[in-house]
């Protein structure tokens, strides 16, 4: 019996519900949603065999619903065809055409008795849409419950089945969980194609968007609704980080240049060989953390045949079935673990350090590493190479690389000569031999004296080895070879030798060449034929024979007579023309050449900015007329040429023109006979100090005092002049003071009543004369007194002392005042505004201040109180040309009126006292 076509239904695609339909009727059992009441347009797709396809129904179930079941999935069979008369297959459960269950989900199956039903693709029942079959004409219906079929021949017999739905209970062998409450059935209808009811998304995919903030095109979007197109697949993320947690780059920057090194091996089958079955390859995984993707690679072995290299190339390797969809992440990779990639499963053994402290630092605990096995095909042909590599004589090796590259630029050097029997009368020939370490080699060259008419030619003896009893008969070509062939096996047909080593070397040519143990001083070598005779060596010769032969006896071989001493030149006595320079400059030679200054001290001693490098001395008449006795003469030293000029100071009513006394010209020492063979000695500036006597030209002077240039340059260069040397002079005084301690202190006492610590100059003057008793220069007892002198602070205005520091930081552009101040305050802890005069130089110096180093000084001592301590408040601020700004002007004074002083003379020093206790303890040392 046909059934008609249910009323609200037809054979076109579009179908809407009209009056008496069954389909309202069908909503409320199955899909008592909300959303589910209308229908919806084309159906998506039909099989091209006519078959009805399986679609499901993911709606909730309303009443057929229990805790945890989120869907019904409907399975659609169609009827009709030699293909359909089959015994009907078996549910998802095992059931005929019934009833299955997964987690959360009904399937209820559709068909007929005695046909089979047809399963097409299953949608997930956790989908939005909602899809009802269609109904088709069929002559019967059939349901399962309890595994008994009912006849539905009506639609009202829909609905009382699926009343009976709600209330069964669940049968044990339906194969649902335990806490799905629910009925086992089976809905079999003649149903095919599918309407989709009860949709909530029906938006278009927008094909444009951005990606990284780069607006692009998007091409693999779905469908209406977020349905798949034809020929889509379902994508799934590859990032295994939730979305929003990490860092905030983007992977590629955050692991870019990173990767994940992993030592693996595979087996692979080797059917077609008997001598291996299988076949380890071992080879390396990377994996890439920017965009996890993995790369094979596997070394490439010598002679393998294999095609080595890059196994895999480097893209995203999805998971091995059933997770194909998803790709391979960092999480899936350990140690000693297996991975398949394409079917082919890789054993992992070890990776470097760098991906243990990655794989630690995301969580993964590591395996112990695996051993590494050896491919056995591999193992035993190496084994089988080194048995066929290994004669039972072992072949002559030659290697030179180890000694070249050891021994390369040094060379061996020796002095030897060769007795010629052709040319005795000229003596024998000088040579010289050099031994190169790196190959052994010797070449020899020879040493031509002049007038020796031979010619010059590059080598004696090219570079090679040198044999030992050359020279020998001329071998045929090809006698002396490394190698001895012997063809044992004759020639074949095709005219080609077979020929293998002579490891015995039968009948090879030995010959000797000389070795670095063969040459020694006293040794003779043949050098084809001629004897030659080693007797002298270099340094670098005697160390290396010292070092490696442990030879010590370098004791040189003399093979010729030393020549004759060269006569001595007899130089004539000058003769009283010209200079004695250059009177003696055309003894020298038949050509006259003139005489060449020193320009090196010239260079050295010129005058150069303040440093006039002129020595003036204060100097009298050493004379028993009493009209030159008061004569007084300033004479200066010009160090760049050891020249003298004297000059006399005029005086009023002296009777004397003043003036010139001496033009500049180097002055001879005085008791020098004139005519002479040897140079006349001159004046230098180490004859000229303070206290002594000289005679230029016949006048005697001697010598009062210099001026304070002269004083400074001979203490700074006390090296040159030993009476400013104030060690020398202290440690002269010292050795004949050292046992009268007592006497001295008692005396030092006795002159200095009030116990002010200070002398007099004079006095101090007395006491060394009478302690030295005429043992030290007037210049010595300047330097001692300079040395322990109280400077007479007078000679010198501050006002004028600050006027010129002003200058001289202004011209500077020094301004640093404040932080000057700042720093002075900073040590100052106890802030009492005094600081040490060491302290107070130290912070100058660490500024950099640009002041000479004698006038900082006195400007320090200018400030100093009687504890050595300095205000440095009034000190900063009286240098600050800033604020406190210092004019200069003259001041005018009235000229000293003391007979000793000499105007326009060199001064003495000014030291007014001489402080006698650092003197005494440096002496004697500190009084108990």
């Known amino acids: 019996m046909a059934l008609p076509l249910l009323p609200g239904f037809s054979r076109r695609r579009n179908v809407s519900a009209g009056p008496g339909s069954i389909l309202p009727a069908l909503l409320p059992a199955l899909l008592p949603c909300p959303g589910a009441a209308g229908p919806r347009g084309p159906c998506p797709r039909r099989s091209r065999a006519g078959r009805g396809r399986q679609v499901e129904a993911p709606a909730p179930l309303g009443a057929l619903s229990s805790p945890g079941l989120s869907g019904v999935r409907v399975l659609c069979g169609r009827t009709g065809g030699a293909e359909d008369k089959a015994a009907p297959r078996a549910g998802l459960d095992g059931t005929p055409g019934g009833v299955s269950s997964q987690k959360g989900r009904l399937d209820i199956g559709m068909g007929c008795p005695g046909k089979r039903p047809f399963y097409d693709s299953v949608i997930d029942t956790r989908q939005v849409d909602t899809k009802l079959p269609r109904y088709r004409q069929h002559e019967t219906a059939w349901t399962y419950v309890d595994s008994q079929p009912h006849s539905l021949k009506q639609p009202e017999d829909f609905i009382s089945s699926l009343e009976w739905f709600r209330n069964a209970t669940v049968h044990p062998d339906t194969g649902f969980e335990q806490d799905i409450n629910g009925a086992a059935a089976v809905l079999k209808v003649g149903i095919t194609d599918g309407y989709w009811i009860g949709e909530e998304k029906f938006h278009r995919s927008q094909i444009c968007g951005y990606l990284n903030n780069v607006p692009m095109m998007f091409h693999d979007k779905p469908g209406i609704g977020g349905e798949l197109l034809p020929g889509q697949t379902l994508k799934v993320t590859n990032s295994v980080f939730p979305e929003g947690i990490g860092s905030s780059p983007p992977s590629w920057i955050a692991f870019d240049k990173q990767v994940l090194c992993f030592d693996a091996y595979f087996e692979e089958e080797v059917p077609e060989k008997n001598q291996e079955l299988y076949r380890i390859r071992h080879c390396k995984i990377y994996f890439y953390p920017e965009d996890d993707t993995i790369q094979v690679t596997e070394p490439v072995v010598k002679n393998s045949g294999l095609n080595q290299g890059t196994l895999v190339r480097r893209h995203q390797i999805p998971l091995p079935p059933p997770h194909e ?74 290697d030179t690389l180890k000694q070249f590259l050891e021994f390369d630029g040094q060379v061996l050097g020796f002095s030897c000569v060769w007795n010629d029997p052709e040319s005795q009368l000229t003596g024998p020939r000088e040579l010289v031999l050099r031994y190169y370490l790196s190959d052994d080699t010797i070449d020899i060259r020879e040493v031509l004296p002049r007038n020796s008419g031979r010619d010059v030619v590059p080598f004696f003896l090219k570079r090679d080895k040198l044999p030992k009893n050359a020279p020998t008969p001329p071998y045929h070509p090809g006698t002396i070879t490394n190698y001895t062939l012997l063809n044992v096996l004759g020639k074949p047909e095709r005219n080609k030798g077979y020929y293998i080593r002579d490891v015995l070397q039968t009948g090879a040519v030995h010959r000797e060449f000389y070795k670095d143990s063969d040459l020694k001083i006293g040794a003779v070598i043949n050098v084809w034929g001629r004897q030659i005779l080693l007797c002298d060596c270099d340094e670098f010769t005697k160390e290396h024979y010292r070092k490696k032969y442990g030879i010590v006896d370098f004791t040189p071989i003399q093979y010729k007579t030393p020549p004759p001493p060269k006569p001595e030149k007899i130089i004539p006595p000058y003769n009283g023309f010209g200079s004695e320079e250059d ?25 150069y900015g303040m440093d006039s490098n002129v020595l003036r001395y204060a100097a009298k008449l050493v004379t028993d007329s009493a ?31 003043g003036g010139k006394f001496l033009e500049r010209s180097r002055i001879k020492k005085p008791g020098q006979k004139l005519f002479k063979s040897e140079p006349s000695e001159y004046y230098k500036a180490q004859d000229l100090f303070v206290g002594a006597r000289v005679c230029f030209h016949g006048h005697k002077f001697l010598l009062v005092d210099a001026d304070e240039y002269t004083f400074n340059y001979m203490e700074k260069n006390a090296n040159e002049f030993p009476m400013a040397d104030f060690c020398v002079v202290f440690n002269k005084l010292k050795s004949m003071t050292e046992s009268r301690a007592k006497e001295i202190r008692k005396t030092f006492a006795i002159t200095d009543p009030e116990h002010t610590s200070v002398i007099g100059y004079d006095t101090f003057r007395n006491w060394v004369v009478s302690v030295a008793g005429g043992g030290f220069s007037e210049h010595e007892i300047m ?50 505004g005094l600081l040490p005069y060491e302290t107070c130089r130290t912070i100058f110096k660490s500024f950099k201040f640009p002041l000479p180093d004698d006038l900082l000084e006195t400007l320090l001592t200018r400030f100093e109180d009687n504890q050595k301590q300095v205000d440095y408040r009034k000190f900063v601020h009286a240098l600050n040309w800033r604020e406190n700004q210092v004019h200069v002007f003259e001041v005018i004074k009235e000229p000293p009126k003391r007979e000793d002083i000499w105007n326009q003379l060199p001064r003495s020093p000014p030291v007014t006292g001489i402080g006698y206790p650092p003197l005494l303890d440096d002496l004697f040392g500190k009084e108990e």
């Open 783 to 832: 330097t001692l007194g300079r040395h322990y002198g109280m400077r007479d602070e007078s000679q010198t205005d501050l006002h004028f002392l600050l006027s010129v520091a002003q200058d001289k930081l202004k011209k500077n552009t020094f301004e640093n005042f404040e932080q000057l101040n700042a720093v002075f305050l900073y040590n100052d802890r106890e802030k009492c």
């Open 583 to 607: 009177s003696l400059s055309s003894c020298r030679g038949v050509v006259v050449k003139a005489l060449h200054k020193d320009y090196r001290q010239f260079l050295e001693k010129d005058r």
């Open 627 to 657: 009209i030159d006795k008061d004569r007084k003469f300033i004479i200066s030293f010009f160090l760049s040429d050891d020249t003298l000029s004297i000059f006399e100071y005029a005086e009023r009513n002296s009777g004397i023109a």
């Open 325 to 398: 969809d998803q790709f391979y992440t960092m999480y899936d990779f350990n140690i000693n673990t297996e991975i398949t990639l394409y079917g082919r499963k890789y054993k992992i053994i070890d990776c470097d350090e760098y991906t243990k402290n990655f794989l630690r630092k995301i969580g993964i605990r590591l395996n112990p590493p695996a051993s590494r096995p050896d491919d056995p095909y591999t193992t035993e042909r190496e084994q089988r190479h080194l048995a066929s590599t290994n004669p039972f004589h072992p072949y002559e090796r030659f």
